[in-house]
T-cell receptor, first 115, second 114 residues
Framework: AQSVTQPDIHITVSEGASLELRCNYS??????LFWYVQSPGQGLQLLLK??????LVQGIKGFEAEFKRSQSSFNLRKPSVHWSDAAEYFC?????????????FGTGTQLKVEL | NAGVTQTPKFQVLKTGQSMTLQCAQD?????MSWYRQDPGMGLRLIHY???????DQGEVPNGYNVSRSTTEDFPLRLLSAAPSQTSVYFC?????????????FGSGTQLSVL
């Protein structure tokens, strides 16, 4: 069965500092990986996704993620964090059922940004 | 477009009561699904549907029923609510053409069962 591990429950960074959120996955085939962000009281917004090709993927809001098959990782990065980036971040891996992507989510990383 | 609309946004139930969480999408998506979100556990798939008249179980289906009579609507029913069902519920939808389809999420329903 597929699974996703986000080892950091909480992370605090200063505004302007760089950010890396860790994600490790377990999946038997080529994984389809996603990062979502959830602001308080809101639904999930897709930041970026990896299906194939270039292992460094660019997303919205200046985020990027790098797929490393050898490490089973898909870490999210941002060079300079803004206060508005404070939110909860979820990594997910998809299994395609033939009718839609069933996502298995990690437990999330809560990001706090200090001004 | 409204996207994925969930109602109500908040609900408090007593143990044993029944209720239906509503989910509607106006994007003509074939695929719809329900997730629950609990602290420290991320989001877990409850039920999903790949089209009208077709539903299947996800990771945590017990205590929940679904049906899909139209493409637009995918209600989630709690027949006899239990405190363990206190959670935030998200509905999500997408086209089902291939893996590249983006999943759209509703804004959630916060449910408390006393």
């Amino acid at each position: 069965a597929q699974s996703v591990t986000q080892p950091d429950i909480h992370i605090t960074v200063s505004e302007g500092a760089s950010l890396e959120l860790r994600c490790n996955y377990s999946y038997g085939a080529t994984p389809y990986l996603f990062w979502y962000v959830q602001s308080p009281g809101q639904g999930l917004q897709l930041l970026l996704k990896y299906f194939s090709g270039d292992t460094l993927v660019q997303g919205i809001k200046g985020f990027e993620a790098e797929f490393k098959r050898s490490q089973s990782s898909f870490n999210l990065r941002k060079p300079s964090v803004h206060w508005s980036d404070a939110a909860e971040y979820f990594c997910a891996v998809a299994s395609f059922t033939g009718g839609g992507n069933k996502l298995t989510f990690g437990t999330g990383t809560q990001l706090k940004v200090e001004l | 477009n409204a996207g994925v609309t969930q109602t109500p946004k908040f609900q408090v139930l007593k143990t044993g009561q029944s209720m239906t969480l509503q989910c509607a999408q106006d994007m003509n998506h074939e695929y719809m699904s329900w997730y629950r979100q609990d602290p420290g556990m991320g989001l877990r798939l409850i039920h999903y549907s790949v089209g009208a008249g077709i539903t299947d179980q996800g990771e945590v289906p017990n205590g929940y029923n679904v049906s899909r009579s139209t493409t637009e609507d995918f209600p989630l029913r709690l027949l006899s609510a239990a405190p363990s069902q206190t959670s935030v519920y998200f509905c999500a939808s997408s086209y089902r053409r291939d893996r590249n389809e983006k999943l759209f999420f509703g804004s959630g329903t916060q449910l408390s069962v006393l």
